[in-house]
């Protein structure tokens, strides 16, 4: 079974800056590829940042040059930098990860982060 545990998530002022870790148990880790995904109320669940099992790393449009996803394979825990916040940052984000083997997808609990007006 494998169990994705996410933290970091909380209230910051819009322009501040704030940090999402998601931590995976078992083996797939390593071999797996992680994503950050983002859900506002009222809307659907959309792709935020994916880095592969060898650290190419793809961004939102929405987040590029603000948001940084990083991932460390000895901890089997991956990141997500956010600067510059802004109040559409506001979401529930969800942890992913995607084995590269048989597609085996698995999702975090979802930490909320909000920037209010």
């Known amino acids: 079974q494998v169990q994705l545990v996410e933290s970091g998530g909380g209230l910051v002022q819009p322009g501040g800056s704030l940090r999402l870790s998601c931590s995976a148990s078992?083996?797939?880790?390593?071999?797996?590829?992680m994503a950050w995904h983002r859900q506002a109320p009222g809307k659907e669940r959309d792709w935020v940042a994916t880095?592969?099992?060898?650290?190419?790393?793809k961004y939102a449009d929405s987040v590029k040059g603000r948001f940084t996803i990083s991932r460390d394979n000895a901890k089997n825990t991956v990141y997500l930098q956010m600067n510059a916040l802004k109040t559409d940052d506001t979401a529930v984000y969800y942890c992913?990860?995607?084995?590269?083997?048989?597609?085996?997808?698995?999702w975090g609990q979802g930490p909320q982060v909000t920037v209010p007006t």
């Open positions: 992913k990860a995607v084995h590269a083997t048989d597609g085996s997808t698995y």
């Open positions: 880095i592969t099992s060898g650290g190419i790393t």
């Open positions: 078992g083996s797939i880790f390593r071999w797996s590829a």
